[in-house]
């Protein structure tokens, strides 16, 4: 089993930025993959960033450019570094740690971004 926590989350106006973390614990392989997710209410849940532990990265276009996912090994924390947020970022962002086929998911926080 990996535990997650999340955190950083909050209420931004548009323009702004906000960091998330969130910290892996348990068992927890070196080679796996962190990233996030999202969930807007009425909407199906969507990537936004994710990053191997080898370093690999991929975003999603909407948020190409804006957002910065970046990771401690270490400590097996992932980051999310939002810039220039918009409305419509307003979501529940979820972290996610995979291997293989297993994904495991925190409890989700909430960003809320206001025009």
């Known amino acids: 089993q990996v535990q997650l926590v999340e955190s950083g989350g909050g209420l931004v106006q548009a323009g702004g930025s906000l960091r998330l973390s969130c910290a892996a614990s348990?068992?927890?392989?070196?080679?796996?993959?962190m990233g996030w997710y999202r969930q807007a209410p009425g909407k199906q849940r969507d990537l936004v960033a994710t990053?191997?532990?080898?370093?690999?990265?991929v975003y999603a276009d909407s948020v190409k450019g804006r957002f910065t996912i970046s990771r401690d090994g270490a400590r097996s924390t992932v980051y999310l570094q939002m810039n220039s947020l918009k409305s419509e970022d307003t979501a529940v962002y979820y972290c996610?740690?995979?291997?293989?086929?297993?994904?495991?998911w925190g409890q989700g926080t909430q960003v809320t971004v206001s025009s």
């Open positions: 990053i191997t532990s080898g370093g690999t990265t």
């Open positions: 348990g068992s927890i392989r070196s080679i796996n993959t």
């Open positions: 996610i740690w995979s291997l293989d086929t297993k994904i495991y």
